[in-house]
């Protein structure tokens, strides 16, 4: 498919199918970290970039002829879709790993006091994450879903609160960029979540834990960063012109 160095991560996570498989599995940073060109990023990684380049036509390829899981065509359905697969898993996630972080701190803090500097920078990164949702599902999702509403009927819509929709936008991303290094904190300390010799079962699945809700973050910041903020802030410029016909 001639994937070239020179298309940043983000714009290949968005273009190539199954591309974000493939940089979760490289290590590299689609999301937050996605404005690097893939050459840049391949050599700060050190990774060479053919490599990676044949993984993602493989994916790609591999993909062809299957249905994408993720809505495309609508805002409205791929918000819903955030909501109703990322918020949902991310809430869930976060009251077990409260509970697996106090288990294991309890049972092997003393031997390894990463875990307790893990619980506290998950309990930070939970907090946050707790009213990110509620904003964007409350304020910032409900405007993106009128405003599309009202393009698709051309009509007016009432102005926003918070004045221009790329406020909110700004604001979401920057709990993004948070998020990514409160992440990339927990995965320092955890060595990669690697568990050590004297790991229990509870102990693994901590860290199994850890890895999967930083993979589906990943691809939830992906999916807003990279295709649900832009296509919001073009839909904002085009609204008033169509209003005015």
């Known amino acids: 498919m001639g994937i070239k160095d020179t298309k940043t991560v ?18 590299l940073d689609y999301c937050c970290g996605g404005k690097k060109p893939l050459g840049e990023a391949c050599h700060a990684a050190g990774l060479q970039v053919d ?5 993602l036509e493989a994916g790609s390829q591999a993909e062809a002829g299957r249905n994408n899981e993720v809505p495309a065509d609508s805002l409205v359905g791929l918000m819903d879709h955030i909501v109703k697969t990322h ?46 949702l509620m ?12 405003m599309e509403q009202a393009q698709l009927k ?26 990514g290094e409160a992440l990339r904190q927990i995965r320092e300390a955890s060595r990669g979540f690697s568990v050590p010799g004297d790991a229990c079962i509870s ?22 960063n990279n295709i649900v903020f832009p296509r919001a802030v073009e839909m904002e410029e085009k609204v008033p012109a169509v209003a005015a016909r």
Not at 10 to 27: D, S
Not at 135 to 146: D, G, V
Not at 203 to 224: F, K, M, N, P
């Open 10 to 27: 983000r714009e290949l996570a968005v273009e190539v199918p199954n591309a974000t498989r493939v940089f979760e599995k490289f290590g």
């Open 51 to 55: 490599d990676v380049i044949r993984a």
């Open 87 to 132: 918020h949902k898993f991310t809430r869930e996630e976060i009251a077990r790993l409260k509970a697996l972080l106090d288990k294991v701190c309890n049972a092997h803090g003393k031997n390894h006091p990463e875990l307790l500097s893990i619980r506290e920078t998950f309990a930070r990164l939970a907090q946050e994450l707790t009213l990110h």
């Open 135 to 146: 904003k964007e599902e409350n304020i910032l999702f409900p405007y993106i879903a009128r």
């Open 154 to 179: 051309n009509q007016p819509i009432p102005p926003p609160p918070f004045g221009t929709v790329q406020n909110p936008v700004r604001m979401m991303m920057q709990e993004h960029d948070g998020a």
């Open 203 to 224: 102990y693994r699945t901590l860290y199994e834990a850890l890895a999967g809700l930083e993979a589906d973050l990943h691809q939830h910041i992906h999916l807003e």
